[in-house]
């Protein structure tokens, strides 16, 4: 079964920095492009980064410059390096992949950006 785990979130100042990762089990990332997307309360999920299964990498504007999307392969794990974090990226962070007519999600990790 596919199954995929975000980790890394939490409490951070503004101007700060977190490391977001995924792990996969049942789907190989390195066959697919692969997304993290946001949710903040009220506001509908956004796409925030994807990176593809050549390394090809897309960003939001409002994060372009900030963060960093990678892959490591052998542990089949994608990472989000999120810095200079900022209120308005307060929400909550999944990562979401395609396989065919399957979507799948992880269960999220709430990134709160406060003083």
């Known amino acids: 079964q596919v199954q995929l785990v975000e980790s890394g979130g939490g409490l951070v100042q503004p101007g700060g920095s977190l490391r977001l990762s995924c792990a996969a089990s049942?789907?190989?990332?390195?066959?697919?492009?692969v997304g993290w997307y946001r949710q903040a309360p009220g506001k509908e999920r956004e796409l925030v980064a994807s990176?593809?299964?050549?390394?090809?990498?897309y960003y939001a504007s409002s994060v372009k410059g900030r963060f960093t999307i990678s892959r490591d392969n052998a542990k089949n794990t994608v990472y989000l390096q999120m810095n200079k974090l900022n209120p308005e990226d307060t929400a909550v962070y999944y990562c979401?992949?395609?396989?065919?007519?399957?979507?799948?999600w992880g269960q999220g990790t709430q990134v709160t950006v406060s003083s």
């Open positions: 979401n992949v395609n396989r065919g007519t399957n979507n799948y």
């Open positions: 990176i593809t299964s050549f390394g090809s990498t």
């Open positions: 049942g789907i190989f990332f390195s066959m697919y492009r």
